[in-house]
């Protein structure tokens, strides 16, 4: 989890996107991916979120996102593969046969879950915040309150998941083994340090909630952004991909 | 101008006051550094003063706050805000967007400040602090030093009548903390900006404030200009303060001498030459 979401700086033509055409562009791939039956083009969706890390230069970051999806991923198509009961087995006897439909439902399951996940995370890793809340406010005319509020959940997630692996190192410089590579034991010491983090993160909100206050956050209008955003050809460029991977998914 | 009058605050489920029937005037223009031992209530002081206690703190408060003429209870933290800019000791609950440039833009475009004048605004409080390379820094890669500036940058560049910094030096290195002491003179002098800071490095206080104030578990133990404080330096001591040693050492001097005060070498060694004979 360290890392994720953290913003990653940078000019690259991810970057220079509006924010709205990313989070456009980021439920299209969404969309298709749900639209789309023909695991080859659930395979190309994937093949896309990992060019958006490369074009964004989070392309790490995309291949570790699609790795520890790939892991639940196995689990999920596992479970497909045992309770999907109708089509022809390839495997066993009925009631206990693997069919063709569960192998291809599960499949299907599997690429859609990674496919869908990853844009807007990758995305979202390429987008200031501000600039986020931003738009929101001055296109989409949300009010600064729901923004700020959406935009600060987001901005405290890698904030506390850093927090979880603070913790966690100190722990394990303190003896406990939290570099196991058993699950259930690692969830097993994790548990416990839900409620201390619960309570210092709430704590922590309170406190950023008062500081806001404290610079005005109340006085704050539409008005208030000094920042202006105007739509570039890119963003143009953006759209009409996304538009025609959404097309794409509905004809296949 | 700042007046507690028998101020006392006890934190919800605490067994005593962690400020104790305080009165006390800050006047405009004022620079005071306030310093004591830890639980001596400094942070509370400062929390009373930016509105935090009692709107955000709960327990049970006694006299009164006026902040320019704005009772602390009955003004909202907003309100308040248009005349006190606090700087928490805990900094990093006090960044609230992302990148540096956005934290300084924050309060800036909330406050209504002219288009026009906000990026002079943010050129200024950058320089100012010293750092301009990190405006596109994101918050999260700057070490505990670099956000303390920030946060302090953040709010010079809202130009408040009143600042108050707790422990505004905590993780910078002498070198730094004198910049930033040299800063908080200069908004002072230049720009009539009310300072009251909360420091241990009492040095860098003697140097800078015009009055100490010392807090000693929860009550004003002594309250004046820089000179008068240190004169009590064996009660200062008594209390888990530790005077600069220059102070000490002319007190003592002047115990049986009767000579004056050195708050720093350079009068320390005036005070000595005048002394031999």
């Known amino acids: 989890m360290k890392g994720f979401l953290d913003y990653k700086p940078g000019d690259t033509v991810l970057h220079r996107l509006d924010p709205l055409t990313k989070i456009f562009l980021s439920v299209c791939i969404c969309a298709a991916c749900f639209l789309g039956e023909e695991p080859a083009f659930l395979v190309f969706l994937i093949g896309c979120d990992l060019l958006l890390g490369a074009l964004g230069g989070v392309f790490d970051r995309a291949v570790g996102m699609f790795k520890g999806l790939l892991k639940l991923s196995i689990f999920l198509f596992v479970l497909q593969l045992l309770f999907v009961r109708s089509g022809v087995p390839l495997v066993g006897q009925p009631p206990f046969a693997i069919t063709d439909l569960g192998v291809l439902t599960g499949l299907r399951l599997v690429l859609r879950l990674i496919g869908a996940t990853m844009p807007l995370a990758l995305l979202l890793s390429v987008t200031q915040m501000s600039d986020l809340s931003g738009v929101l406010v001055q296109r989409l005319h949300v009010p600064y309150k729901y923004a700020f509020t959406l935009t600060t959940a987001i901005r405290f997630i890698p904030v506390f998941a850093n927090a979880l692996s603070a913790i966690m190192e100190a722990q394990t410089a303190r003896g406990v083994a939290f570099d196991t590579k058993n699950p259930f034991k690692k969830l097993g010491l994790i548990l416990p340090l839900c409620m201390p983090l619960l309570i210092s993160s709430v704590s922590r909100i309170h406190d950023t909630a008062a500081a806001a206050e404290m610079r005005g956050f109340t006085l704050r209008t539409r008005e208030s952004q000094s920042r202006r955003y105007t739509f570039q050809s890119g963003d143009l460029v953006a759209a009409l991909i996304a538009a025609a991977l959404v097309a794409a998914g509905v004809l296949l | ?277």
């Not at chain 2, 550094?33 to 001596?40: K, R, T, Y």
């Not at chain 2, 967007?97 to 002079?120: H, K």
């Not at chain 2, 004046?224 to 007190?251: D, F, K, M, Q, Y």
């Open chain 2, 1 to 277: 101008m700042i007046e507690m009058r028998a101020f006392s605050f006890r934190y919800a489920g605490a067994d005593r006051d962690a400020l104790s029937n305080l009165n006390m005037t800050v006047d405009d223009g004022d620079f005071i550094g306030v310093i004591g031992p830890s639980g001596a209530g400094k942070t509370t002081l400062t929390q009373a003063l930016s509105g935090l206690v009692p709107h955000r703190r709960s327990g049970d408060f006694f006299g009164s706050v006026t902040v320019n003429g704005l009772d602390t209870v009955n003004s909202s933290l907003t309100e308040l805000a248009l005349h006190v800019g606090s700087v928490f000791q805990d900094i990093d609950s006090q960044m609230i967007a992302g990148q540096v440039e956005d934290e300084i833009l924050f309060g800036l475009e909330n406050f209504g400040v002219d288009r026009a004048e906000i990026p002079r605004r943010v050129d200024k409080a950058l320089a100012d602090i010293g750092i301009s390379p990190l405006r596109h820094r994101t918050i999260d890669s700057l070490s505990g030093g670099q956000k303390q500036k920030v946060a302090i940058a953040a709010i010079l560049a809202l130009r408040p009548k009143i600042l108050v910094l707790d422990e505004p030096t905590g993780e910078l290195d002498p070198g730094a903390s004198e910049q930033i002491f040299r800063l908080l003179r200069r908004m002072n002098e230049t720009h009539g900006m009310t300072v009251i800071v909360v420091e241990q490095k009492i040095m860098l206080l003697s140097a800078y404030a015009k009055k100490l104030a010392v807090l000693n578990d929860g009550v004003l133990e002594l309250f004046g200009p820089v000179r008068e404080v240190l004169r009590h330096s064996a009660r200062l001591e008594e209390i888990g303060v530790h005077c600069p040693r220059v102070a000490t050492l002319s007190n003592r001097l002047a115990d049986l001498t009767g000579g004056a005060l050195a708050v720093d070498l350079d009068e320390a060694e005036a005070l000595v030459r005048g002394l031999l004979p």
